[in-house]
């Protein structure tokens, strides 16, 4: 394992209630959820590797297989959904090859479907590395999407 | 403030993503190039959603000037004729009287848009913490909560519970442990609110004094903000705000120098709806599945680590500070008998001019939508507004002269809720927006409860049925008594709540289910099964735009003649017609629709 993991395991281990930044932490050194470290979160909190895995399974934020070098978040708000985010999901789907909550098979795109950004009054918009993207329409995001895509 | 002249740009997460760091770098460089003696600063959300970029121009001798839809070629307009020459751009200016801004009443929002988020200095120069003061140097923590029951705060987080009773029962409730928590519901999780989000960004202080006064009024010395993680600029504000308080003594050990003592954390949600019920919500600060329990005992008596606790949201926190300063009988003059101060909504959808906005409790539905939202875009229909999000429901436009206030909206099937206000036109299916909620739920109900999830799955599945044209007689009864099964049987307010997006569709738009169950029709032409696209040769240029969106090669045709859609290959999705100029796609639905899918026009 990894010396940030060692480290992060350290400073957290005597603070109450630390599972869910514990998670939280190792995904941002791993981009994902190994299974190994969460094993390794449930020695150092003295709970089961069940019960770890049972609570990063419960929340949307935690994955379990590596992510893409980029990440899209398409929104599915309320003011999205009735701005049209559906039809992004086709633009998506079409220029890239992959349904949302999957990723390309080169290894570029993790696409997420996320409930709300907040951004409504600019929807329908997706967020694409922590970028919000917003007032699109299908052929926006299909350019967007290439310039990501082609590096620039 | 400084005395020399300012230019202030709104840089809340909306800002950023319509341009306004391109046009705060543009405003530095121009400033900085012609060496004028004018600071440029960040600001939080004005709330002016739809004309951000925002920028305000500070004049030393006190005058402000507010620009919208700002880009980097406006900006340097900007710094030439009003900066330096002195001449404001008239074109760009966004007039005193814009009733968007000007019918507002703005209390949680008043130094949103106005002070720099990330200045304590700013926040201070503005009565910021001088509530805190006063209640530390010259009140009992009794008297505070007297002052918030006198005030007549309910909660801002949807249930609308007295605020002041809430303070009281964790007061008086023995701890066990002898540790007592303030926790602050900032996991704004419905989809189409942002009002959380746009106070913690642009007054971040002000839900800290309110949490910080509340720990004091019932004696707490811990206390969490409990922020959902999709909102990383509101974390990162909080995290510098929360900074700048322990250097200065206003959280910690001896509280402004008195023997008062209060810790405070910040801790990132991870992404579970039910996380804003709060006993869901103090799992997971415990570190456990976010599931909610039976209650009584509620949070006061028995909350997180099993010790008293006192959860409110964001912006009942907000008030607190306000309350304080203005005196409970000046906020008590604000709004309705029941209902009183402002409430802060987050307009979207399809109305003409979104944003935030802050209103007296008491003003109708119409007021806001069509005099401060401007109306429907495109001077379309107005259908309904959703309110409260999935736990809340649909008002149809018959009833836009509805008071807001807790106890109108509830009788009209909504609910107040955190104070989403989604607007929606005669392109907006209301089956759709039902069918849209309950997966919304049913994906995020935690599983415990039988009948939320199965139920809400079961409602689900009946409801897509209906949307895609395989709807039954039936159905509605089955809907029904699901929905009123859901209701009793679920234990926390997800659950119960959930069926209430359908209830109200059902109440008020009950003809557009008849019509898609009985005619396959989809008036709003949306439901994708009972539509067909089709072009118009008449209208059609053969500019071949859609035949270029099209991701299915649909659409298709030479240059310059008519092109034709093919119903076999087309998935509906609406390109084409989005993307045409001329108007020449056509929708049809019903009848007509499964004509046109026959000759395959």
């Known amino acids: 394992m990894e010396q940030a993991f060692q480290a992060l395991l350290e400073d957290w281990k005597a603070v109450k209630g630390n599972v869910i930044p514990l998670l939280q932490k190792t995904q941002d050194i791993y981009g994902y959820l190994p299974l190994e470290a969460m094993r390794e979160i449930a020695r150092t909190t003295g709970k089961s590797a069940a019960e770890i895995y049972g609570v990063a399974t419960f929340y949307a934020q935690f994955r379990f297989t590596p992510m893409g070098k980029h990440v899209m978040k398409v929104c599915h708000g309320t003011a999205c959904h009735v701005q049209g985010a559906d039809s992004l999901d086709t633009v998506i789907e079409s220029k890239l090859g992959v349904a949302p909550g999957n990723n390309t098979a080169d290894g570029k795109f993790t696409i997420e479907r996320v409930a709300c950004l907040g951004c409504c009054s600019l929807a329908p918009v997706v967020m694409i590395d922590g970028e919000v993207y917003g007032r699109l329409t299908g052929d926006k995001l299909g350019k967007i999407v290439a310039g990501i895509g082609d590096g620039k | ?601």
């Open chain 2, 1 to 601: 403030m400084s005395g020399r002249p300012e230019v202030a740009v709104g840089m809340s997460s909306c800002g950023i993503a319509s341009g306004a760091r391109v046009v705060f770098d543009a405003l530095k460089k121009e400033v900085a190039g012609r060496g004028l003696a004018v600071d440029v600063v960040e600001t939080g959300c004005v709330g002016a959603c739809h004309a951000e970029p925002l920028v305000e121009v500070r004049q030393a001798d006190g005058r402000k000037y507010l620009y919208g839809n700002v880009d980097e070629a406006r900006a340097r307009t900007i710094v030439e004729s009003h900066l330096a020459g002195g001449s404001p751009v008239a074109d760009l200016l966004i007039p005193d009287d814009y009733t968007y801004l000007a019918r507002q009443k703005r209390i949680i929002l008043s130094n949103c848009g106005v002070i720099d988020p990330e200045s304590i200095e700013q926040y201070m120069a503005r009565e910021g913490y001088s509530a805190l003061r006063k209640v530390l140097t010259s009140m009992t923590p009794e008297a505070v909560i007297e002052e918030v029951k006198k005030s007549g705060l309910r909660g801002r987080g949807g249930a609308g519970f007295s605020t002041g009773m809430k303070w009281t029962f964790a007061r008086d409730s023995k701890s066990a442990t002898g540790q007592k928590y303030v926790v602050c519901n900032a996991d704004e999780g419905d989809p189409g609110a942002f009002m959380n989000r746009s106070v913690l960004e642009g007054d971040p202080h002000a839900v800290l004094e309110g949490m910080v006064i509340c720990a004091f009024a019932i004696g707490a010395t811990e206390g969490y903000i409990y922020v959902r993680a999709e909102y990383p600029l509101a974390i990162k504000r909080l995290q510098i705000a929360l900074r700048q308080m322990e250097e200065r003594r206003l959280v910690g050990n001896g509280i402004m120098g008195t023997a008062f003592s209060f810790h405070l954390h910040i801790k990132e949600g991870a992404g579970a709806f039910v996380c804003g019920e709060e006993t869901a919500l103090m799992g997971s600060i415990e570190g456990r599945r976010g599931m909610p329990r039976l209650r009584p005992p509620f949070p006061a008596v028995r909350g997180l680590w099993d010790s008293p606790t006192n959860i409110n949201n964001v912006e009942t926190y907000a008030n607190i500070p306000h309350i304080l300063t203005m005196g409970s009988a000046e906020f008590a003059k604000i709004g309705t008998e029941k209902s009183k101060g402002t409430k802060v909504f987050a307009l979207a959808g399809k109305i003409k001019r979104g944003g935030m906005v802050e209103v007296p409790m008491g003003i109708t539905l119409r007021e806001v939508i069509f005099d401060m939202g401007g109306g429907i875009q495109g001077d379309r229909k107005f259908k309904a507004v959703q309110m409260g999000g999935p736990s809340g429901g649909c008002v149809p436009e018959s009833m836009a002269d509805l008071q807001i206030d807790y106890d109108s909206l509830s009788a009209s099937g909504a609910i107040m809720g955190s104070g989403g206000m989604v607007v929606m036109d005669e392109s907006t299916c209301m089956v759709d927006v039902a069918r849209y909620f309950l997966s919304f739920v049913q994906s995020e109900s935690c599983g415990k409860c039988t009948f939320c999830r199965i139920g809400t799955k079961r409602m689900l599945e009946i409801l897509t049925r209906i949307t895609e044209g395989k709807g039954e007689e039936k159905d509605i009864a089955d809907l029904e008594e699901l929905a009123m099964t859901i209701k009793s049987s679920s234990l926390c307010g997800l659950g119960q709540t959930s069926p209430n997006p359908v209830l109200t569709t059902l109440r008020y738009f009950r003809a557009e289910y008849d019509d898609h169950i009985r005619n396959r029709r989809c008036e709003a032409r949306k439901c994708k099964a009972l539509i067909r696209y089709a072009v118009d040769a008449d209208a059609c240029t053969g500019c071949m735009l859609c035949a270029r969106v099209c991701p299915t090669k649909a659409a298709r045709g030479e240059r310059k003649k008519a092109h034709t859609i093919d119903q076999d290959a087309c998935i509906r999705c609406g390109l084409c017609f989005e993307a045409c100029r001329f108007h020449a796609i056509t929708i049809t639905t019903g009848r007509e629709a499964l004509q046109a899918a026959g000759r395959n026009a």
